[in-house]
């Protein structure tokens, strides 16, 4: 089955930095990826997502990048503020797949 | 649209003892999944389903039966419930039949099994 991995497990940015998570895949069949965010407490919510045909994808101070070849792909925070403070997921899935999620990365923004 | 309801939010059960939980959703979402969360482990998937009448195993199954009757249905049953089945519980939703697009969550039920 898929394997998802993520990294850093633990993230902390002064506010106004940027930052960067990546997972990596293994199963080559897997086609879509979304990134979810977690508050405390919440629900996990969708943020951001790319499809295998497309290399990068922006919404305002969010992108997603993916590499097929390698199997991995990145999300990417801009301008960080202290409101992006979450846990952040990334998923593999696609076609009659599961959706196979990362262990998450806990992001503290630092004001 | 409620989204995806999930009843119920806190609950505290006894090892042995059996309960169903309860996910329901008004957006006509054929695919359908619950997942386990524990601290450091990320969201496990227990059972999906891709449409009425049809369910498959995630990778953490046992201990957990689930039926899909209807489209807005599809309840996550605990047989006989162990204090390893303590956890915070999600359904989750998406469009189509597949795992092509983004899940909406429920706002999930924490179970303590003592």
């Known amino acids: 089955g898929e394997n998802v991995e993520q990294h850093p497990s633990t993230l902390s940015v002064q506010e106004g930095d940027s930052a960067v998570i990546k997972c990596t895949y293994s199963d080559s069949a897997s086609n879509y990826f979304p990134w979810y965010k977690q508050e405390l407490g919440k629900r996990p919510q969708l943020i951001i997502d790319i499809r295998s045909n497309v290399g990068e994808k922006k919404d305002q101070r969010i992108a997603v990048t993916l590499n097929k070849t390698a199997k991995h792909f990145s999300l990417h925070i801009t301008e960080t503020q202290p409101e992006d403070s979450a846990v952040y997921f990334c998923?593999?899935?696609?076609?009659?797949?599961?959706?196979?999620f990362g262990i998450g990365t806990k992001l503290q923004v630092i004001p | 649209n409620a989204g995806v309801t999930q009843t119920p939010k806190f609950q505290v059960l006894k090892t042995g003892q059996s309960m169903t939980l309860q996910c329901a959703q008004d957006m006509n979402h054929e695919y359908m999944s619950w997942y386990r969360q524990d601290p450091g482990m990320g969201l496990r998937l227990i059972h999906y389903?891709?449409?009425?009448?049809?369910?498959d195993q995630g990778e953490v199954p046992n201990g957990y039966n689930v039926s899909r009757s209807t489209t807005e249905d599809f309840p996550l049953r605990l047989l006989s419930a162990a204090p390893s089945q303590t956890s915070v519980y999600f359904c989750?939703?998406?469009f189509g039949q597949g795992a092509n697009y983004g899940y909406t969550f429920g706002s999930g039920t924490r179970l303590t099994v003592v």
């Open positions: 989750a939703s998406s």
């Open positions: 998923a593999a899935g696609g076609g009659y797949q599961k959706v196979t």
């Open positions: 389903s891709v449409g009425a009448g049809i369910t």
